[in-house]
């Protein structure tokens, strides 16, 4: 029926004072739902209030019912209040959503909807007007909205909601108005449920934690790549955010295009229970889709289209806390094996020495000649020192070397002229290349360990406050697309989101510090070798400096810290923290390859740290503008190939070159008397084999960098890296068994056993899990369950292998030259 505002005023006073005049209650008039319509109507509407004293605006109020479809008209003349009632269960859950769908083709006046509940108001209007990128808008005429539910108390009551439709057009708009109940609004556990989505149409679903289960993952999964859409976990309250432009307001929320997973915890939600929110959004580029064309006028409007999306949820119980400790004892055990297999290949060495030193022996010119405590004659030992002139033992040596720098003076008994006839004849020795004094040089190479912890500790710190950051960020803001998690294997502990990918890195650090002890053990028995006078350490073998080594351990030991930190919070603005220390191993590798060999003449410590330091900054400068952009390619690409050929150069000549104004015209000068004037082959055949394979590899890696531009240039920078290392020790071995040397059985194995470890690391290294390369959404779809103990992932697999085979790699190059202890260094050929 029909009411003014006139009767309006009149019905509201009346009710008033019988409310004051009944104190054992509130009047009849005053419970009922048409007076709570009215006086919204009167307050918020303004009608009474705006309206000359004899204009009258119709109110019509309809006693509705569920799975109706109402076909009415609007103007701004009349409005219309829609008075449902339903019956609310404390032991169920049921939804409500309204369907509204707008006939005429206005969008100057649209319909005002508003949905009055007993904590809530929704409002919106029809045609719906969502806004993407660049303020660009799309209409929607047909609008369906999720009512949210509030709790109630009681076993069983009734309560009521109003639709009021209103509009300032003076003409009039048809429309068609349905309320249904949601029958399946309860998410069961491990059921899957399905349903169709569209930016006017979010859908939202209540899930209750069963008793017992504090962790769950709420798993969306959906064929269609496109339209993009937006996943949101919110506590129950009213309203609920389920629009794209405001469903990232509150609680945990990710983009998505075929897969989407949160982790949810109960204690994150007072009352056991959350929604699942899923919002389509209006465009696609925060999945990484194809940009919309830009509107010609500001206030155009654009035909979204068919954007519907139907999707499939599901929710399953996280792993408990059992599995939490197996995976970390499981982790422990599998390193903590190797400090079990190290100590019982120790005692049986100590065992054998132990032997050696209790066995009568005779001391002869050619070796030692034992007979163990069953009579049973064996050859203990050969030494080197019956091919030794007496000269060498009388060799001077410094005592005291605590103000001595290497740079101060030259330490070859010869002067520079000599070393310039030593260093180019045509086969060298380890001896020719290792004149200066060990103790200086060692001094030397302990500036490496030195300077790789003070980097270490100034670079570690930031990482952990920034990361530390991030977190926090994530935790505070609920953006799940921060960080570029494997979601459906992340599980949380603490503060932390993702606590196996971290927990994962422990090897790194385990076994870099048993490298250490590894080789401080080494380093005490040779010192005490020396103390002796122990020919065989003094003069022959290769030259023992671990100052390289202890700098190799520590960088494993960072490389695992800071890929921890890496992990916390996985994105493309830190992925340098995770490979920086990679290039260090790299270059400490290398370094220490070629330091076997030239000990006199390898790079110093500040050398080597400033160029790895010119590496990293390349590898920030790439990550930042490196993508797409043609002028730093060209650039990088130029000094890559510049760099090859100097160090070309360096390797060729054993340093023994100036890189001065002069040097164009010496290259003319060496090209017109070697090449033109009489071709004559190059003096250092195998060196100039190596740097020309070198140089091929190197200009190949700078011409695919050019071309291709990959997205990941920390990544590419790497594999340039790893690539140079690989053809430098591959030329190492083949070199070594030419010139007649033998790989002893402990190295073999290590060998073997780490090139198998490093295939199967390479392989679950490409599984590819996530992405930073491409949007959140995209990089999800690569997401993949846990594959061990159901707590790893394929990428904890690859930390846990590519540790054990760094750690294997450590062992090559530790003891890979051990068959050469027993042989004069005049015998061991530089390569």
Known sequence: MGWSCRKDKMVLRSCWKSRHKNSSGPAPCWTRPRLAALLWLCVTQFVCGSGAEGETNNVIQKDAEFDVTYNDTVTSENQTIYAFNHTVSRNKTEGVRVFVDVLSQGFESPILFVVRQKQAVVSFQVPLILRGLYQRKYPYSHVGRTLCQPPTRAASETQYFFVDVSTLSSLGTNYQLRVSRVESFTLQTDKKFSFTASPSQPQYFKYVFPDGVDTVIVKVNSEMTFPC?????????????????????????????????????????????????????????????PLRF????????????????????????????????????????????????????????????????????TDNNYGYVGMNKHGQIFLLAYHCHFAQSLDSVGRSRQESLSSVEEDDYDTLDDITSDKNIVRTKKFLCVSDLSRKDKRILSKKYQIYFWNIATIAVFYALPVVQLVITYQTVVNVTGNQDICFYNFLCAHPLGAL????????????????????????????VHNRALVRNDLNALECGIPKHFGLYYAMGTALMMEGLLSACYHVCPNYTNFQFDTSFMYMIAGLCMLKLYQKRHPD???????????????????????????????????????????????????????????????????????????????????????????????????????????????????????????????????????????????????????????VVWGFALYFFFQGLSTWQKTPAESREHNRDCILLSFFDDHDIWHFLSSIAMFGSFLVLLTMDDDLDTVQRDKILAF
């Open 229 to 289: 859409s937006v996943m949101s976990i919110q506590d129950i309250q009213c309203p609920v955010y389920d629009l794209d432009n405001n469903v990232a307001f509150i609680g945990m929320y990710q983009t998505m295009t075929k897969k989407g997973a949160i982790t949810v915890q109960r204690k994150d939600f007072p009352s056991n229970s959350f929604y699942v929110v899923v919002v389509v959004k209006t465009e696609d580029e925060a999945c990484g889709g």
């Open 601 to 755: 003449i390898n790079a110093s410590a500040y050398t080597a740290y400033a160029c790895l330091a010119g590496v990293i900054f390349f590898s920030v400068l790439g990550v930042v503008f490196g993508k797409g952009n043609t002028v730093f390619w060209i650039i990088f690409s130029v000094i890559h190939i510049l760099s090859t050929m100097l160090l070309s150069t360096q390797l060729y000549y054993m340093g023994r070159w100036r890189l001065d104004a002069g040097i164009l015209r010496r290259i003319v000068y060496v090209i017109y008397t070697d090449c033109i004037r009489q071709c004559s082959g190059p003096m250092y055949i195998d060196r100039m084999v190596l740097l020309v394979m070198g140089n091929i590899v190197n200009w190949s890696l700078a011409a695919y960098g050019l071309i291709e531009r990959p997205n990941d240039f920390a990544s590419y920078l790497l594999a340039i890296a790893i690539c140079n290392l690989l053809l430098y020790f591959a030329f190492y071995i083949i070199m070594k068994l030419r010139s007649g040397e033998r790989i002893q059985c402990l190295a073999l194995v290590c060998i073997l056993f780490t090139a």
């Open 497 to 524: 989101s993702a606590f196996n990918n971290i927990l994962s890195n422990l090897g790194y650090v385990l076994l870099g510090l048993l490298f250490l002890l590894i080789v401080l053990k080494r380093d005490i």
């Open 294 to 361: 830009y509107p010609l006028r500001p206030d155009e409007l654009i035909d979204a289209g068919n954007r519907s999306k139907f999707i499939d949820v599901i929710v399953t119980p996280a792993i408990n806390s059992e599995v939490y400790v197996m995976g970390m004892l499981f982790c422990l055990g599998i390193f903590l094996s190797f400090y079990l297999l190290t100590l019982l290949m120790t005692c049986l060495e100590n065992n054998s020495e132990a032997i050696t030193d209790s066995a009568t022996s």
